[in-house]
């Protein structure tokens, strides 16, 4: 009986075991998606500051013109 009770715990912690490396092969898959997330966004992050320095000049100006030419 003892020896069928270590068998059956052998099987427990085998299946625990395998369960477990399943777990580290999903969330190293996770912390890798995560890190091109994380490199996309800064891309993104840095194309908006441009958007956002070229809206600043531009935009006053196109103010000022249609001003400059509408009370001509």
Known sequence: M???KDRAQSHVNL???F????EN???RIVAENGAQIAAASKR???AMK????V???FLP???VSVWIFSVS
């Open 15 to 17: 299946v625990f075991n």
């Open 44 to 46: 993104d992050g840095a």
């Open 25 to 27: 092969r999903i969330n």
């Open 50 to 53: 441009a958007i956002a320095v």
């Open 2 to 4: 003892n020896m069928l």
């Open 19 to 22: 369960i477990a490396q399943q």
């Open 61 to 63: 100006l196109t103010f």
């Open 55 to 57: 809206a600043t000049i």
